[in-house]
């Protein structure tokens, strides 16, 4: 009975629940996250300005979700943001989950870059924030978009791969976090394509992007930018 009620859950999700947006608009969505997405060479990369970066992208697309929601009330369940499916999707995602974890810790006690001090709680409570803005423009306005743009028409595959190479792009120079992201987008462009929640993937993200930092990559992110601070 619980595996029916979490297939009709998932069928429900994947139903396009609003009118849909011209193909120009979902061009230029997509071409605006790319220019999110070069922006972050400059800004954090070359400035430095990581912080002021990333709060203003949040408060620059929060700003356009709300445009569109004001022109279509049925947009922001569409693009996944969404409750009525979100134990449906979390099962999806927790064995991916689990294993990601597993291999993280595995990983960090090869190298010998297991740091995980009380730094990494502030992170899970507010990483995933931008984890959920992450999986908003990657997934949502580029693999949703790429995959309702009826100019052309693209395989499930190749959208998930376009993607995936979109959004680990942006983690270089890090070899680690291009790895990580790129089988990352992967799942996500799959589950997402299947069962729409941005909720469920921000927020996974979030959790499994911090312990990343401090398992794999052997980087502490709260020191970088907040320790400077205080």
């Known amino acids: 009975m619980k595996n029916r009620l979490t297939s009709y859950l998932i069928e429900f999700s994947s139903l396009n629940l609003t009118r849909p947006a011209s193909d120009k608009v979902r061009i230029l969505e997509i071409l605006a996250v790319v220019i999110t997405a070069v922006s972050k060479f400059v800004f954090v990369d070359y400035l430095n300005w990581r912080l002021s970066f990333v709060n203003v992208t949040i408060l620059a697309w929060s700003a356009y979700l709300m445009y569109r929601y004001k ?5 922001l369940t569409d693009w996944g943001f969404r409750t009525d499916n979100f134990l449906a999707v979390l099962k999806l995602v927790l064995p991916f989950s689990l294993v990601s974890i597993m291999s993280f ?5 090869i190298q010998g ?3 995980v001090t009380w730094h990494i709680l502030p992170l899970l409570i507010t990483y995933p924030i931008w984890g959920t803005v ?3 423009l990657t997934i949502a306005l580029v693999a949703g ?3 309702h743009i009826k100019s052309f028409k693209l395989s499930k595959p190749l959208i998930i791969l376009i993607t995936a190479i979109l959004f680990s792009v942006v983690h270089y120079p890090s070899l680690w976090l291009i790895l990580g992201t ?3 987008a992967l ?10 929640n941005i909720y469920v993937l921000g927020i996974v993200h979030g959790w499994l992007g911090a312990l990343f930092y401090y398992t794999v990559v ?5 020191a970088d930018i907040f320790m400077k601070y205080l």
Request: hydrophobic residues 45%; without cysteine.
């Open 113 to 115: 870059t297991l740091n």
């Open 105 to 109: 810790v595995m990983i960090g006690y």
């Open 71 to 75: 022109k279509d009330k049925l947009v």
């Open 182 to 184: 790129f089988v990352l």
């Open 218 to 222: 052997n980087q502490d992110p709260f």
């Open 134 to 136: 992450q999986q908003f």
């Open 145 to 147: 978009n790429l995959n």
């Open 187 to 196: 799942f996500y462009g799959y589950i997402y394509l299947k069962a729409k």
